[in-house]
């Protein structure tokens, strides 16, 4: 999902790294962390927000990383293409393709997409949901609430209390969901916090409702099933809840 970054990207880098517990110093079983990365702009290394792993600092990168890598459109910010140094490189003296303003109007419209509006949130079956949401420990990883800084030249997203549920922290999600590919301070298993805002809309909008970072998962219910590492107890808890309980956690998640 493309919408709501803008508002990720405005959350304060010294609060997210407040809300990290590489260490598990609160023995809760929960030892999220920053990935720190390398910001091509600045040339500094700045905390991770984007991509399944956390790999990239902002929004203006990230589009630039996407542009090169996903199609092949070389940048001032990646000016070489993915395929230098292979066979299939075009050998054409145009590079970069697209110029920085290209980019950044692209990056400004992924900032200032909105977030769809959650549904039926005072429904019984819903509230029953987000309480065992809370209940069983979800919140833990998937942080309900931030507050907003200020993302310079965009006042719509600066100072705001948002609800994405996700804390921008990784997490071991254990072996089952391991890709054996590290990245920055990622290891193989760990894996940003995926936001649940809009998530219910995933079948209206894609036509599908395939989750985690290979689609594994055919619905909600099978994404948190393969939950395993720092979530385990969590998945654990969630097995031994009753049929109806299971169904009102989903709702709840389906109402976001």
Same mark, same amino acid.
């Given at each position: %999902?493309?919408?709501?970054?803008?508002?990720?990207?405005?959350?304060?880098?010294?609060?997210?790294?407040?809300?990290?517990?590489?260490?598990?110093?609160?023995?809760?079983?929960?030892?999220?962390?920053?990935?720190?990365? /390398?910001?091509?702009?600045?040339?500094?290394?700045?905390?991770?927000?984007?991509?399944?792993?956390?790999?990239? %600092?902002?929004?203006?990168?990230?589009?630039?990383?996407?542009?090169?890598?996903?199609?092949?459109?070389?940048?001032?910010?990646?000016?070489?293409?993915?395929?230098?140094?292979?066979?299939?490189?075009?050998?054409?003296?145009?590079?970069?393709?697209?110029?920085?303003? @290209?980019?950044?109007?692209?990056?400004? @419209?992924?900032?200032?997409?909105?977030?769809?509006?959650?549904?039926?949130?005072?429904?019984?079956?819903?509230?029953?949901?987000?309480?065992?949401?809370?209940?069983?420990?979800?919140?833990?990883?998937?942080?309900?609430? /931030?507050?907003?800084?200020?993302? %310079?030249?965009?006042?719509?997203?600066?100072?705001?209390?948002?609800?994405? @549920?996700?804390?921008?922290?990784?997490?071991?999600?254990?072996?089952?969901?391991?890709?054996?590919?590290?990245? @920055?301070?990622?290891?193989?298993?760990?894996?940003?916090?995926?936001?649940? /805002?809009?998530?219910?809309?995933?079948?209206?909008?894609?036509?599908?409702?395939?989750?985690?970072?290979?689609?594994?998962?055919?619905?909600?219910?099978?994404?948190?099933? /393969?939950?395993?590492?720092?979530?385990?107890?969590?998945?654990?808890?969630?097995?031994?809840?009753?049929?109806?309980?299971?169904?009102?956690?989903?709702?709840?998640?389906?109402?976001?």
């Amino acid at each position: %999902p493309v919408f709501g970054l803008g508002l990720l990207e405005a959350i304060r880098s010294e609060d997210i790294i407040a809300a990290a517990d590489e260490m598990d110093l609160n023995r809760d079983g929960i030892s999220g962390k920053v990935n720190y990365v /390398w910001d091509v702009i600045s040339e500094t290394q700045q905390i991770g927000r984007f991509g399944w792993k956390a790999n990239q %600092p902002h929004l203006d990168q990230q589009t630039a990383a996407a542009f090169n890598g996903d199609m092949g459109i070389t940048s001032p910010l990646f000016n070489l293409e993915s395929c230098t140094g292979q066979s299939q490189q075009d050998g054409l003296n145009d590079d970069p393709e697209i110029d920085f303003h @290209y980019v950044d109007v692209t990056s400004f @419209y992924t900032k200032t997409l909105a977030v769809p509006a959650p549904r039926n949130l005072d429904h019984k079956m819903v509230q029953q949901g987000k309480q065992l949401f809370f209940e069983i420990g979800c919140e833990n990883c998937h942080r309900q609430s /931030w507050t907003t800084g200020v993302l %310079p030249g965009i006042p719509e997203v600066s100072n705001q209390t948002i609800y994405p @549920y996700t804390d921008m922290l990784l997490h071991d999600m254990g072996p089952g969901l391991a890709d054996f590919r590290p990245d @920055y301070l990622a290891s193989e298993s760990e894996w940003k916090t995926r936001p649940l /805002w809009g998530i219910g809309l995933t079948a209206l909008a894609n036509g599908h409702t395939r989750f985690l970072h290979d689609a594994r998962a055919r619905n909600i219910e099978e994404a948190i099933l /393969w939950h395993g590492g720092e979530a385990t107890s969590v998945t654990t808890t969630f097995k031994h809840l009753s049929a109806a309980e299971r169904a009102a956690l989903i709702k709840f998640l389906e109402a976001l």
